[in-house]
């Protein structure tokens, strides 16, 4: 089974058609079959571009391979097909453009929101994950290149969950997660690759907050924890709030709450 890593390049000539508009970027796009598992042919990717007038300059490593197991029908060969990807897909991506002295503008890693999810099945598959936060941590506190490690909800048209939808149900039903717009998700990276230095392991989701409370216990990592722990506390000072208005002037009320919303909003985001 071949994996696959995108590699952006710059000054690419894209022709978008949607319906009677036609955007044009003057881009060029190359498709490439490469084993990101293995290192000489990254590296030769690499250094092939390296050598045009359009060198890499970004990366995007969404490869992924979805086989669940629990751990008594765990084997190494399916160890090896799940963690081999995101692992030594990830660490050949990152030596290679280092021993290549590219200048990379984003290094951004696809991981997913199921890492933070108590999962017994996805062991193998969230160890690759996990590792994926590694690296994007080390990448910028230690050695302060760009990194982003993205821990992607449910995608609405695209990504793991859209091709395997018995498991986005699942979620869905038993933890409250709903899918969220492509485009949203975007967007949302264009937002935290402004503030990697600051949080390169950022987590996406959109989510009944009622229902994900009920299933704390399925919630496997302390940030998570801590924002649904945060969320709920907001929405039981509100409710606390309203139950003593009779007793509060309405002004002073709002000016709590929103205090309250403030604070709790900067912690949560910090």
């Known amino acids: ?25 003057n881009a060029h796009i190359d498709v490439v079959q490469v084993d990101v598992t293995n290192f000489e042919d990254v590296r030769d990717l690499i250094e092939r571009f ?35 990807p995101k692992i030594r897909g990830a660490w050949n991506l990152h030596r290679a453009s280092q021993l290549a002295n590219v200048s990379l503008h984003f290094f951004v890693l696809f991981s997913s929101i199921r890492n933070h999810l108590l999962n017994f099945a996805a062991g193998s598959y969230n160890t690759g994950n996990q590792f994926l936060d590694i690296l994007a941590y080390y990448r910028v506190k230690q050695l302060n290149l760009p990194a982003l490690s993205i821990s992607l909800p449910a995608v609405s048209g695209a990504g793991m969950f859209h091709r395997h939808r ?21 967007e949302l990276i264009e937002r935290f690759h402004a503030n990697q230095k600051n949080n390169p392991c950022p987590v996406i989701f959109a989510v009944n907050w009622k229902k994900l409370y ?32 009779n007793h509060v002037g309405i002004g002073n009320l709002i000016y709590d709450c929103l205090e309250t919303i403030i604070e709790r909003t900067q912690i949560t985001v910090a």
């Open 1 to 25: 089974m071949s994996t696959f890593a995108d590699i952006i390049l710059p000054n690419v000539d894209i022709e978008v058609h949607k319906h009677e508009n036609k955007y044009s970027a």
């Open 50 to 84: 390296n050598r045009t007038p359009y060198p890499i300059r970004g990366i995007i490593h969404s490869a992924a391979v979805l086989e669940d197991h629990s751990l008594m029908k765990l084997t190494e060969e399916n160890l090896t097909r799940v963690m081999c």
């Open 166 to 186: 018995d498991s986005f149900s699942s979620v869905q039903t038993t933890i409250g997660f709903e899918l969220v717009p492509t485009v949203g998700v975007f």
């Open 214 to 245: 009920e299933n704390y216990q399925t919630l496997v990592t302390y940030q998570l924890q801590k924002i649904v722990s945060e969320k709920h506390d907001i929405k039981d000072q509100l409710a606390t709030s309203k139950v003593s208005s």
